[in-house]
Nanobody, 117 residues
C-alpha cells in the first residue's frame, strides 16, 4: 500500500514558476513509476510527465521544455518543477504511482495550480 500527498500548488502569474512535491509513504517507492497528471475544469485528466524507476522521463508535448520531473528515492518523493507557466497550465495536479509489472496503482488527493494575472 502506498499513500501519496501532493504539495506546492498555488496561484502564480503567467511566466512564473512553481515546484510541486509528492511524498509517498509505504513500501517499495523506488520500484514504482511515478507520474504527474492534471485536470482542468470541465476537461479530462491528462498525463503531464512520467519518470520510471530507472529515471527515464516522458513529457506531454505541451509542457516539454518547461517542466521537469525528478525523484529522490531516499526521500520517497517525486517533484515537478514548472517554469514559464501559462494560463492553460491551470488545473488540479495529481501524483500517481504505478507498479511496472503488476496492476497496482495509487493516486494522491491533488493540489490546485492556478496561473492567472
Amino acid at each position: 500500500q502506498v499513500q501519496l500527498v501532493e504539495s506546492g500548488g498555488g496561484l502564480v502569474q503567467p511566466g512564473g514558476s512553481l515546484r510541486l512535491s509528492c511524498a509517498a509513504s509505504g513500501s517499495g517507492f523506488a520500484v514504482y513509476g511515478m507520474g504527474w497528471y492534471r485536470q482542468a475544469p470541465g476537461k479530462q485528466r491528462q498525463q503531464v510527465a512520467l519518470i520510471t524507476s530507472s529515471g527515464n522521463t516522458y513529457y506531454a508535448p505541451s509542457v516539454k521544455g518547461r517542466f521537469t520531473i525528478s525523484r529522490d528515492n531516499a526521500k520517497n518523493t517525486v517533484y515537478l518543477q514548472m517554469n514559464s507557466l501559462k494560463p492553460d497550465d491551470t488545473g488540479v495536479y495529481y501524483c500517481n504511482a504505478a507498479h511496472p509489472r503488476v496492476p497496482d496503482e495509487y493516486w494522491g488527493q491533488g493540489t490546485q495550480v492556478t496561473v492567472s494575472s
